[in-house]
């Protein structure tokens, strides 16, 4: 009798106690996210979206890398991807995306060939995930190649071009795109409503889990309050707002 007593007692004790605390460790712990500038631009255009990021609790990593000087390939693979795999062991954890406009097609690249572990969760800005209409009209001038580099010219929307040969993404992805513009000359080349570089239209992939506009330009987008506010929703959430306000 005494010893179904003493029974009963340790199972009551044993049910009492967690059966796990690591979420007094790993879990809160800050997550890393990588941040990825767009073409022709530099780490200093996220800064504001990484001092948020900060602000949240997450450790960032925010990528200067030469985009006009070398075609997608080699930025993935020479400068990219080496920094990114250095700061995923750094951190500890699986690492978080936040891209602009290029960035997502560097993304993409990146994980379809194996160069970087899948991300836990992204969110692409005005990304070309189909291409842009501009680099289709522009891409054989002298000018738009100067500027923008051989990367630049991989973006068209072309089967031959990079994004529309790369496959349906395979991890959380949220995608936000503008629709407004202050390149009016540039809006004139595409179809459909855009952000003065890229048509809302293409920038859907096969695979997002969420999509969503914003009334912004691309140059301007990841510096808007409500971009803020929507990246950092869905990489705690995996969803944006039904009603962006």
């Given at each position: 009798?005494?010893?179904?007593?003493?029974?009963?007692?340790?199972?009551?004790?044993?049910?009492?106690?967690?059966?796990?605390?690591?979420?007094?460790?790993?879990?809160?712990?800050?997550?890393?996210?990588?941040l990825l500038h767009g073409l022709a631009r530099s780490a200093a255009s996220l800064e504001k979206m990484e001092k948020a990021l900060q602000d949240a609790g997450y450790q960032t990593l925010n990528i200067d890398y030469p985009?006009?000087?070398?075609?997608?390939?080699?930025?993935?693979?020479?400068?990219?991807?080496?920094?990114?795999n250095a700061f995923a062991i750094k951190t500890g954890h699986?690492?978080?995306?936040?891209?602009?406009?290029?960035?997502?097609?560097?993304?993409?690249?990146?994980v379809e060939e194996d160069l970087i572990e899948a991300?836990?969760?992204?969110?692409?800005?005005?990304?070309?995930?189909?291409?842009?209409?501009?680099?289709?009209k522009l891409g054989d001038l002298w000018l738009f190649r100067?500027?923008?580099?051989?990367?630049?010219?991989?973006?068209?929307?072309?089967?031959?071009?990079?994004?529309?040969?790369?496959?349906?993404?395979?991890?959380?992805?949220?995608?936000?795109?503008?629709?407004?513009?202050?390149?009016?000359?540039?809006?004139?080349?595409i179809s459909g409503p855009d952000d003065g570089k890229v048509a809302v239209s293409k920038a859907r992939v096969d695979g997002m889990a969420d999509f969503r506009t914003v009334p912004a330009t691309h140059p301007l987008i990841m510096n808007k309050e409500i971009t803020i506010r929507e990246t950092l929703l869905f990489l705690e959430t995996g969803k944006f707002s039904r009603d962006l306000k």
């Open positions: 009798m005494k010893f179904g007593v003493s029974l009963l007692l340790t199972v009551l004790i044993a049910l009492s106690v967690p059966s796990c605390v690591c979420g007094e460790t790993d879990a809160d712990q800050p997550r890393g996210v990588v985009s006009t000087k070398h075609p997608v390939e080699s930025l993935s693979r020479d400068y990219l991807a080496p920094k990114i699986p690492v978080a995306f936040v891209t602009h406009s290029m960035g997502g097609i560097l993304l993409r690249y990146m991300p836990y969760r992204a969110v692409m800005l005005s990304p070309p995930n189909q291409g842009s209409e501009v680099v289709d100067a500027i923008n580099g051989p990367a630049g010219n991989q973006l068209g929307t072309g089967p031959d071009q990079i994004p529309r040969a790369l496959g349906p993404v395979t991890f959380d992805l949220g995608v936000l795109t503008g629709t407004r513009t202050i390149n009016f000359i540039l809006s004139a080349l």
